[in-house]
């Protein structure tokens, strides 16, 4: 049950007038049931102040108990993406499941809804983390009287509804220890580990009793995602192979994320007759990305290390998919020109590997060899933090850059840039 901006704003001003039971009479104006309001504890309908903050936490996207109706409640559920990706995740997200529904961006984050299985979100491959909604507060306070809100929206969220969605992920098993793990950004004058124990003491009574608390590993997990005044509350879906896959056995200094891999991928429009580059493979994470996303023509990688090609062979062996891979210089490809489709490659930083001097003469001499190998009309899809260099160097070449995402890797910025050779 949502209230507008406005009629929030009015709440907030009754409320900071009312005392003794007048919480009860708001939450009845607002057309909150009576089963849900008896939830609201005695001691805070008697404290005005508690009454405001509980109320302001109240009217965000918790997800009250369902009414009796024939109507299906259709969830809310949160992703986790690499800053700046948030958009091709959605568009995944909308594509993979046509009745979803974008409910909000926030940076990292999707919220969405969709009457989709579980299961079937954590295949997913733009996405860090699938988490179930249990709440969501626009305007938290920046002071510890915000910890009161966060405790009472997760007192009122439909836990046991969340737990369910848990368990039909897990063969209807039930769980036996669970935690809860805090992000905090901005300016509080509340610490994380404050805000994390205000979710815990407000989840040990909704618990079922045979679930026991775990500091460290268990088997529920409970997200407080709080971004200056935002907060999010979630059980967590996913697990760490959603974000790391389970392909990913090898690994090399530098390697790209495979969830920045499958938005690269996304945005390169990939075609059944796609004939693929990897000029710069490393550990073969873009070409293994493209190749589990949809079918091609071909796929070939190469590297100028011995060892980044090892790897990326055993990597794609782990994955079952068919990619050609040899040793070879980027700025001299063993290829013929406009023989390519589709070029897809990690540059170097300039950080790890490279350095801004080396990169200035590298990048005019990839720009060129890429443009002689792209077919006309291919794209190419590459990302790099010095992408100013870049920017200037594919302009300067005849490339036409028709989309540039700025995104954050490893806490660094860093840009995508979509291409096509004029």
């Known amino acids: 049950m949502l209230l507008s901006g406005e009629r929030v704003k009015d709440s907030r001003s009754e409320l900071s007038q009312q ?14 049931s009576p089963q849900y309001i008896r939830k609201v504890p005695q001691a ?21 108990p369902a ?16 800053p700046g990706i948030e958009t091709t995740a959605y568009s995944e997200i909308h594509q993979r499941f046509p009745d979803s529904t974008l409910v909000r961006f926030a940076r990292g984050v999707v919220i969405f809804t969709t009457m989709a299985a579980p299961a079937e979100l954590l295949t997913l491959r733009t996405t860090e983390d699938i988490f179930f909604l249990l709440t969501r507060i626009h305007s938290l306070g920046r002071s510890v009287s915000a910890l009161r809100v ?7 969220a439909d836990v046991l509804g969340a737990l369910n969605y848990w368990r039909r992920l897990h063969n209807m098993s039930l769980a036996e220890t669970w935690r809860v793990v805090s992000q905090l950004e901005g300016q509080h004058e509340f610490r994380r580990m404050d805000a994390g124990q205000a979710i815990i003491d407000a989840l040990r009574d909704r618990m079922p009793q045979r679930m026991r608390f775990s500091a460290d590993e268990a088997d529920v997990e409970f997200w407080l995602w709080l971004q200056g005044s935002q907060a999010l509350i ?18 090399l200094p530098a390697s790209l994320r495979p969830t920045i891999a499958a938005a690269m991928v996304r945005l390169s429009q990939p075609q059944p007759d796609d004939i693929i580059l990897d000029p710069m493979c490393g550990a073969g994470t873009l070409l293994i990305e493209r190749a589990l996303a949809d079918t091609y023509d071909r796929a070939i990688g190469s590297d100028i290390e011995d060892e980044a090609v090892t790897l990326a062979r055993r990597n794609a062996r782990h994955a079952g998919v068919g990619i050609s891979w040899y040793v070879g210089d980027a700025r001299t490809l063993k290829m013929d020109a406009n023989s390519v489709t589709r070029i897809l490659t990690n540059l170097p930083f300039g950080k790890q590997i490279g350095s801004p001097q080396e990169n200035a003469e590298l990048y005019h001499v990839l720009a060129s060899e890429f443009a002689r190998v792209l077919r006309p009309n291919g794209i190419a899809v590459t990302i790099t933090s010095d992408d100013r260099l870049w920017d200037v160097t594919l302009r300067n070449g005849g490339w036409r850059v028709t989309k540039k995402i700025v995104i954050v890797v490893l806490g660094q910025p860093a840009s995508i840039f979509v291409a096509q050779h004029d």
């Open 19 to 32: 005392s003794g039971d007048q919480l009860t009479c708001a939450l009845r104006t607002h057309h909150w």
């Open 44 to 64: 805070t309908r008697r404290d005005p102040s508690l009454a405001r903050d509980t109320m302001i936490s109240m009217k965000q996207d918790a997800q009250p």
């Open 67 to 82: 009414q009796k109706s024939h109507e299906p409640v259709i969830p809310t559920y949160y992703a986790l993406t690499m």
């Open 150 to 156: 966060l405790h009472s929206a997760t007192e009122h």
């Open 234 to 251: 979630g059980l967590r879906l996913s697990d760490a192979t959603m974000r790391h896959r389970t392909y990913k056995h090898e690994h």
